[in-house]
């Protein structure tokens, strides 16, 4: 059963028909700022905050084992000339199962560097070799101070004085040793006389003088 009603204009207008009758504009304004809009239902939406960084790990102190330093050294010596590898610096915990052995460096152009040896411990009782470096420290990498020229060449004279002396002192003690040499020459012995004595010599000079009397 449908029902009529009055549009106002004086027509009747049956209820059936007014849902497939055209909007007019301004009823279609009405009807689409009733609906919720797909942008409005996404804001409406809680927004998850983004994930933060990974905590970082900080450096501490720590106590390496006997293992542990022995496996450090043993492959430092692999990779490193002999005798560049010196006393232990310090070491460190760099992550939660990652130990860092520093050693002090004995080559002469790094100074201040560091032999480096990165060694798991996911098993305390077998450590194992991660990563094996040779690294500059803070004072590596800064130049040296700086220092004029005149006092630079002052310690350059006074160094060039210094190897003169040695230089004089050593010729003093060749030339003791060449007068020692010259007093063993002026002893004179008897061609047959080897052994220094000069008792011996007085025989001979006597059957000398014996075979010139006979003749």
């Known amino acids: 059963?449908?029902?009529?009603?009055?549009?106002?204009?004086?027509?009747?207008?049956?209820?059936?028909?007014?849902?497939?009758?055209?909007?007019?504009?301004?009823?279609?304004?009405?009807?689409?700022?009733?609906?919720?809009?797909?942008?409005?239902?996404?804001?409406?939406?809680?927004?998850?905050?983004?994930?933060?960084?990974?905590?970082?790990?900080?450096?501490?102190?720590?106590?390496?084992?006997?293992?542990?330093?022995?496996?450090?050294?043993?492959?430092?010596?692999?990779?490193?000339?002999?005798?560049?590898?010196?006393?232990?610096?310090?070491?460190?915990?760099?992550?939660?199962q990652v130990v860092a052995i520093r050693y002090a460096s004995n080559l002469d152009a790094y100074p201040d560097w560091l032999w480096t040896a990165s060694l798991a411990t996911v098993d305390p009782e077998?450590?194992?070799?991660?990563?094996l470096a040779l690294l500059p420290t803070e004072p590596s990498l800064l130049a040296p101070a700086w220092v004029p020229w005149a006092d630079r060449l002052a310690d350059y004279l006074a160094s060039?004085?210094?190897?003169?002396?040695?230089?004089?002192?050593?010729?003093?003690?060749?030339?003791?040793h060449d007068d020692h040499d010259d007093f063993d020459d002026d002893e004179h012995f008897a061609p047959d006389d080897h052994d220094g004595d000069d008792s011996d010599d007085d025989d001979t000079d006597e059957a000398d003088e014996w075979e010139d009397d006979d003749s």
């Open 126 to 131: 077998n450590p194992t070799v991660l990563e």
């Open 1 to 96: 059963m449908t029902s009529t009603h009055d549009s106002g204009d004086g027509l009747a207008v049956d209820d059936s028909q007014l849902d497939t009758m055209p909007l007019l504009p301004e009823q279609k304004a009405d009807a689409d700022a009733a609906e919720p809009q797909p942008e409005q239902a996404e804001a409406a939406e809680p927004e998850t905050a983004p994930a933060g960084p990974a905590a970082v790990f900080e450096p501490v102190a720590a106590t390496p084992t006997l293992q542990q330093l022995q496996l450090s050294q043993q492959a430092l010596d692999e990779i490193a000339p002999a005798g560049a590898v010196g006393e232990v610096h310090d070491a460190l915990q760099i992550g939660e």
């Open 160 to 176: 060039q004085e210094a190897d003169e002396a040695d230089d004089d002192s050593d010729d003093d003690d060749s030339d003791e």
